[in-house]
C-alpha cells in the first residue's frame, strides 16, 4: 500500500498527465476547426463565384433568348385566370372557311406578304397602315388595277413613289391628336372613291388594338371586304387593362368579320399564357360576314400558301387552331 504522501504524488502526476493531453487534444481540434473553417470558407468563395457566373451566363442566354422569340415560362402567366383570358380571345380568332372561294399569297415571299381570299371584284381601292420598308402587299394590290392609301408615321418616304401609291406620314390612333388619326378620319383622308368595297391592311406594332377598341365611331370596318391585321405580343394578356382593349377589339371586328385565315409570325416566337402556348405575333385575315357564306375551317396551318416571316428559321405550327371553350 503507497503512503499517503506517494499516492497524492500519483494522483497529482495523473492529472498533470491528463491536462496535457487535454490540452493537446483541445489544440489539436483547434487546428482541425481552423482547416474545417478555412474549407469551409473556399467553399463558400467558389459557390459564390461559380453563382455570378451562372447569373452572367443566363442573363446572356436569357437576352439572347428573348431576341429569338422565345417561349415565355413565366409564373404570372400560368394561372387559370390568364387561361381563361387567351382562350376568351381565341374564341374569337377561330378560322372559317369561305365557301367557293380560294386563297392567294398577296405581297412578299415572307414578312410582309399575307393569305387572303381571291376575291378583287367590285373593290375600289385599298388602305395599307404600316408599312416601314416594305410596300410590297400595296404594289401587289396596286398590280390589280387598285389604288392604295398609305398610312405611316415612322417613315420620311414612302419605300415606293409610283402612280396609285399616296403616302401620308400619319398613324392609327383613338383620336386625331398630333400626327395621329382615327379609322374614319383616315378613310376620309385616302382620296379613294367614295362607293364601293375596300381591303384593309394594318401593321401598327400594337397600336392595333387600342384603335379597334374604339367600336364602330372612331373604327368603321364596314367598307372593308378584307381586312388583314398582325395582331402583336398577346403575352400582356397578364394585365388586365391590356386584356380588355384587346377582347373589345376582336369582339368589334367579329361583330362584322370572320376569321379565314391565321399565320404565326416565327420571329415573335410563341408565349405559354395558362398552359396554352400562344403565337405572340398573330398574322389574321378577316373577311366580311355579309360577302361570304362561311363553314368550319380545320386547317391546319400554316398552309402550302404561308411562308415563315423569318426564312431562316422554320414556320411555327398552329395545327386548327381551334382551342377549348374559355371557363
Known amino acids: 500500500m503507497l503512503h499517503p504522501v506517494a499516492r497524492l504524488k500519483a494522483i497529482l502526476g495523473e492529472i498533470l498527465l491528463n491536462g496535457r493531453l487535454a490540452v493537446q487534444a483541445g489544440t489539436l481540434a483547434t487546428q482541425r476547426l481552423?482547416?474545417?473553417?478555412?474549407?469551409?470558407?473556399?467553399?463558400?468563395?467558389?459557390?459564390l463565384r461559380i453563382s455570378r457566373?451562372?447569373?452572367?451566363?443566363?442573363?446572356?442566354?436569357?437576352?439572347?433568348?428573348?431576341?429569338?422569340?422565345?417561349?415565355?415560362?413565366?409564373?404570372?402567366?400560368?394561372?387559370?385566370?390568364?387561361?381563361?383570358?387567351?382562350?376568351?380571345?381565341?374564341?374569337?380568332?377561330?378560322?372559317?372557311?369561305?365557301?367557293?372561294?380560294?386563297?392567294?399569297?398577296?405581297?412578299?415571299?415572307?414578312?410582309?406578304?399575307?393569305?387572303?381570299?381571291?376575291?378583287?371584284?367590285?373593290?375600289?381601292?385599298?388602305?395599307?397602315?404600316?408599312?416601314?420598308?416594305?410596300?410590297?402587299?400595296?404594289?401587289?394590290?396596286?398590280?390589280?388595277?387598285?389604288?392604295?392609301?398609305?398610312?405611316?408615321?415612322?417613315?420620311?418616304?414612302?419605300?415606293?413613289?409610283?402612280?396609285?401609291?399616296?403616302?401620308?406620314?400619319?398613324?392609327?390612333?383613338?383620336?386625331?391628336?398630333n400626327n395621329l388619326?382615327?379609322?374614319?378620319?383616315?378613310?376620309?383622308?385616302?382620296?379613294?372613291?367614295?362607293?364601293g368595297d375596300l381591303l384593309l391592311k394594318l401593321d401598327a406594332e400594337a397600336a392595333e388594338w387600342p384603335a379597334l377598341g374604339c367600336y364602330e365611331a372612331a373604327a368603321p370596318l364596314g367598307r372593308f371586304r378584307q381586312i388583314v391585321i398582325e395582331l402583336h405580343w398577346f403575352e400582356r394578356?397578364?394585365?388586365?387593362?391590356?386584356?380588355?382593349?384587346a377582347a373589345r377589339a376582336l369582339g368589334h371586328?367579329?361583330?362584322?368579320?370572320?376569321?379565314?385565315?391565321?399565320?404565326?409570325?416565327?420571329?415573335?416566337?410563341?408565349?405559354?399564357?395558362?398552359?396554352?402556348?400562344f403565337p405572340r405575333v398573330l398574322e389574321v385575315t378577316f373577311a366580311r360576314r355579309n360577302a361570304y357564306a362561311f363553314e368550319p375551317e380545320d386547317g391546319p396551318f400554316p398552309t402550302p400558301l404561308d411562308t415563315p416571316c423569318n426564312p431562316v428559321r422554320p414556320d411555327l405550327f398552329l395545327g386548327s387552331f381551334r382551342f377549348p371553350p374559355p371557363g
Not at 34 to 47: K, M, N, Y
Not at 256 to 272: D, F, K, R, S, Y
Open 34 to 47: 481552423d482547416a474545417l473553417e478555412h474549407g469551409l470558407r473556399r467553399v463558400t468563395d467558389d459557390i
Open 53 to 177: 457566373q451562372l447569373e452572367e451566363s443566363c442573363g446572356a442566354a436569357d437576352a439572347d433568348h428573348r431576341a429569338a422569340g422565345p417561349v415565355l415560362l413565366d409564373e404570372r402567366l400560368s394561372t387559370y385566370d390568364i387561361r381563361g383570358r387567351i382562350l376568351a380571345l381565341a374564341a374569337l380568332l377561330s378560322p372559317q372557311r369561305a365557301q367557293g372561294t380560294p386563297k392567294i399569297r398577296v405581297g412578299a415571299s415572307h414578312d410582309g406578304g399575307y393569305v387572303m381570299l381571291d376575291d378583287w371584284e367590285g373593290l375600289a381601292g385599298a388602305l395599307s397602315i404600316g408599312i416601314g420598308t416594305d410596300d410590297s402587299w400595296d404594289r401587289a394590290v396596286l398590280a390589280r388595277g387598285l389604288p392604295v392609301a398609305q398610312f405611316d408615321h415612322t417613315i420620311a418616304a414612302p419605300p415606293t413613289a409610283t402612280p396609285g401609291l399616296a403616302w401620308l406620314p400619319l398613324g392609327i390612333g383613338t383620336e386625331d391628336l
Open 181 to 195: 388619326r382615327t379609322l374614319r378620319s383616315m378613310l376620309a383622308l385616302a382620296a379613294l372613291p367614295p362607293t
Open 237 to 245: 394578356v397578364a394585365d388586365p387593362d391590356w386584356f380588355a382593349v
Open 253 to 277: 371586328i367579329a361583330s362584322t368579320h370572320a376569321v379565314v385565315h391565321v399565320h404565326a409570325n416565327n420571329g415573335g416566337g410563341v408565349a405559354l399564357l395558362g398552359g396554352i402556348c
